[in-house]
């Protein structure tokens, strides 16, 4: 018996876009699951937001075929826009009107009907925690009520896919946090995000799948763990009471960074539980005692910069 597998929410391949003369998507491949996090990374200019605008039908690809939420993205458009919700890198908020009254236009504007538009309205300003600001203009609103009140738009028609370009951008740490809770919420419900982000952390901490985009390329994916491993660099740090567990080691092992002031030997490793095992039971055979061990891990920063080209200095600078 053959086990079909399920839909993805979004799927695409060989999608191509060019601006004049400037090739801004040079043949990419998707397959985002849905009721998933998927995060797409890359330098500004890698053509994130141009992704995020052709899957959700603001432009049109020039190559490629593209399906979202079962729809053919070419021949279906209107079905795909009904099933999708877009908060993009500028605020879409009307800072004239109120919180509420900015969700009941928008509602309006999706034929939902009067009383469900105000039950929708109401229902996203108590879960996006702005009941007490519902009726004050959103000129007045901070910058992280206006990004909750954009992500609460985009999810008046109640969309089974949301794409979120750079939703954080601009806000503060705690904001930025209130964010992640709520996009984690949505997934929760089933909700598919497709998210942009230059925040590295952002798509560590939410994302179940994570696409490096460079040159209009995808040039790496997976998880936030499988990319990792692809970056060297990983090491065991071992530390020892005195220079002769320090010399022992050394002896047994025959590689590593030895620091003799530190009492400590680095082991190159991928951090694996079964790397840490093989190395911790030859220590035990040597009956060489350790006194500390931490293990270090190459982050999202190593991955990213290693794979956009961009250079260590280049890291060094932008932190």
């Excluded at 951008?169 to 904001?175: I, K, N, W």
């Excluded at 809770?181 to 942009?196: N, Q, S, W």
Aim: charged share 25%; net charge negative; with cysteine.
């Amino acid at each position: 018996m053959t086990t079909q597998l399920p839909q993805p929410a979004i799927s695409a391949t060989g999608l191509r876009k060019s601006f004049g003369d400037t090739k801004v998507l040079d043949g990419i491949d998707l397959n985002v699951a849905a009721g998933s996090i998927f995060s797409l990374l890359g330098p500004n200019g890698a053509g994130k937001t141009t992704t995020v605008q052709i899957l959700s039908t603001l432009i049109a690809a020039d190559a490629g075929e593209c399906r979202v939420a079962g729809h053919d993205l070419a021949h279906d458009a209107d079905a795909v826009r009904t099933a999708i919700g877009v908060t993009g890198q500028n605020s879409a908020v009307d800072d004239v009107l109120t919180g509420t009254e900015n969700l009941t236009l928008l509602g309006d504007l999706a034929h939902l009907g009067k009383r469900e538009c105000r039950r929708r309205a109401t229902e996203l300003i108590t879960r996006f925690g702005l009941v007490d600001a519902a009726d004050r203009r959103v000129s007045t609103y901070s910058g992280g009520m206006r990004r909750r009140l954009d992500l609460a738009m985009s999810l008046i028609g109640d969309p089974r896919i949301i794409f979120l370009d750079e939703p954080t951008t601009g806000l503060d740490p705690r904001s930025r946090r209130n964010m992640w809770h709520v996009i984690r919420e949505l997934a929760d419900a089933g909700v598919t995000i497709f998210l942009t982000t230059q925040y590295l952390e952002e798509a560590d901490q939410l994302a179940d799948r994570i696409a490096v985009l460079d040159g209009g390329r995808i040039v790496a994916e997976g998880t936030s763990a499988e990319l990792k491993r692809l970056v060297p660099g990983g090491h065991i740090e071992l530390r020892f009471a005195d220079t002769d567990g320090l010399d022992a080691a050394t002896q047994t092992l025959g590689i590593g960074k030895r620091d003799d002031d530190a009492l400590s030997l680095q082991v190159p490793s991928d951090g694996s539980v079964g790397a840490l095992k093989s190395l911790l039971a030859r220590f035990d055979d040597e009956s060489i005692a350790i006194e500390d061990l931490s293990i270090h891990s190459p982050d999202l920063d190593d991955v990213f910069f290693a794979l956009t080209g961009d250079t260590t200095a280049q890291k060094a600078a932008t932190r």
